[in-house]
């Protein structure tokens, strides 16, 4: 039986990016049957579609909708295209091939949500797609999808593309909004949450793009058999950006169920060079990692999280059996450690001291107790801070020394790396990379 394909069905068709292909394969059709429905039925579809957010926490998209109080307005829509986790590189191609169907998705949360002004905020290293998009709003203002009347409705909506400067801590969600607002990113404390005081402090959405993309299909399906394509609580399918030492590397739109081992040894080809898997981090660098032993799992929210770690956002980065453990952990440290906005002191303390310390042990010159020291700095962050990305940092560390501690306690007994000089990458030249189930 054929998978179903919501996202990437027509990623590489040729000019999937304009208007006039968009609308040939029926596009805009789900916001004409969602205008001539009440608001309270879309989000009434969302909660029974099972959709939970593909940004990072995997919250239930339609329940948190409902939280918008009901007296308040101007209300807004952000839209996260921050797209900053390591491993994670699925949103950038939803605006490059199918930009009409994140702003159909977002006329349609907007209607659904009495929401007039919405906002995408871009990462600024993606230019390309900032122009897509740009061009493709054009296109829509021009055809009277947006503006004063939608679709001859009256109902007002207006789009606007606020690039970001590249800094990771912009895609929290209160740090963007603070971005949004021409301030430091800096995340603020919640509660209260974004949903109640957001935006110039008026009550907020913000969603992923993979999330938002995701809502025309729900209309025109229906949540139901959206569900009906995940499992539990979670529906649909989802984008899975899976990297590392796999044969075919890239974007595979999957259900949101799909089980971890297929996608890694039979969608992306196996192991290069036919070697064996090492570890696996399941959604993105900050979820847990796990070992080969492991990876026989349903992708699902729920599941994982049964299994110790995160679905996350998706990014599945593979590790073989030539992969040093410490060193893997010592880049991942390093970028949590760079990316700390310095707010809260176990985060912008914590992070380098965690980092200096991997790297100690990655260049043979820890100590003993060294592994202990390591994990009681990641304790000490975790759950101490502002954001989640003290969190963030603290995970990897806390499960690379659970699960990979013989590996650090061998760096420092031989004081050297076991593993030599790390010939990663030699071999990526001669990867195909799939993108949507095609070659890139
Ligand atoms: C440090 C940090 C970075 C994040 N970066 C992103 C990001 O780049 N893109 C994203 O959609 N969500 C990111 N999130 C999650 C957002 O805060 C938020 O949960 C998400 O955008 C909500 O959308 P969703 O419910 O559709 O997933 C990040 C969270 C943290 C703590
Ligand atoms: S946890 Fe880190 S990134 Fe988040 S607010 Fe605190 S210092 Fe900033």
Redesign the pocket.
């Known amino acids: 039986m054929s998978e179903t394909l919501i996202l990437t069905r027509r990623w590489g068709t040729k000019d999937s990016a304009t208007l006039a292909s968009y609308k040939s394969a029926g596009g805009y059709g789900a916001l004409e049957k969602g205008l001539a429905l009440p608001p309270s039925a879309i989000v009434d579809e969302v909660k029974a579609s099972n959709l939970?957010?593909?940004?990072?926490?995997?919250?239930a998209?339609g329940l948190?909708w409902t939280f918008l109080p009901k007296d308040v307005r101007p209300r807004y829509l952000t839209v996260?295209?921050?797209?900053?986790?390591p491993g994670?590189f699925k949103?950038r191609y939803i605006i490059e091939h199918e930009p009409h169907m994140l702003i159909e998705g977002i006329a349609l949360t907007c209607w659904a949500n009495d929401i007039h002004t919405a906002y995408v905020y871009i990462?600024g290293e993606f230019a390309r797609q900032a122009r897509i998009l740009e061009a493709a709003l054009a296109e829509a203002y021009q055809a009277g999808i947006l503006g004063p009347k939608v679709l001859g409705k009256d109902f007002a909506l207006d789009i606007h593309v606020h690039r970001g400067a590249g800094a990771?801590?912009c895609?929290?969600?209160?740090?963007?909004l603070e971005s949004l607002e021409g301030k430091k990113g800096y995340?603020r404390l919640k509660p209260p949450f974004p949903a109640v005081v957001g935006l110039y402090g008026k009550p907020t959405i913000?969603?992923?793009?993979?999330?938002?993309a995701n809502i025309p299909w729900i209309v025109e399906h229906g949540g139901a058999a959206f569900a009906a394509l995940g499992v539990g609580k979670s529906g649909g399918t989802r984008l899975f950006c899976v990297s590392g030492h796999v044969n075919q590397p890239g974007v595979y739109e999957k259900p949101v169920h799909y089980n971890l081992k297929k996608l890694i040894m039979e969608d992306c080809g196996g192991i290069v060079g036919g070697r064996k898997v090492k570890a696996v981090i399941p959604g993105g660098s900050s979820s847990p990692v796990l070992t080969a032993d492991e990876i026989d799992v349903s992708c699902e929210f729920d599941a994982l999280k049964a299994a110790g770690t995160m679905a996350g956002?998706g990014g599945v980065i593979v590790m073989d059996d030539s992969t040093c453990m410490v060193r893997a952990l010592s880049r991942i440290s390093k970028f949590y450690a760079e990316?700390s906005c310095g707010q809260c002191t176990p985060c912008r303390e914590g992070t380098p001291w965690m980092e200096a310390l991997v790297h100690k042990i990655e260049h043979g010159h820890g100590q003993p107790g060294d592994v202990d020291k390591l994990a009681q700095m990641a304790n000490n962050i975790g759950g101490q801070t502002i954001?989640?990305?003290g969190d963030?940092a603290a995970m990897p560390v806390q499960s690379f020394v659970k699960k990979f501690r013989a590996e650090f306690e061998r760096h420092i007994t031989e004081r050297r790396c076991p593993f030599g000089d790390h010939a990663w990458g030699k071999t990526q030249e001669s990867r195909d990379a799939v993108v949507g189930g095609m070659r890139a």
């Open positions: 939970r957010g593909r940004g990072g926490a995997g919250f998209t948190k996260n295209a921050d797209e900053s986790e994670t949103d990462r990771y801590i895609g929290e969600e209160s740090a963007l995340p913000i969603n992923n793009v993979e999330t938002i956002s990316e954001c989640a990305l963030a």
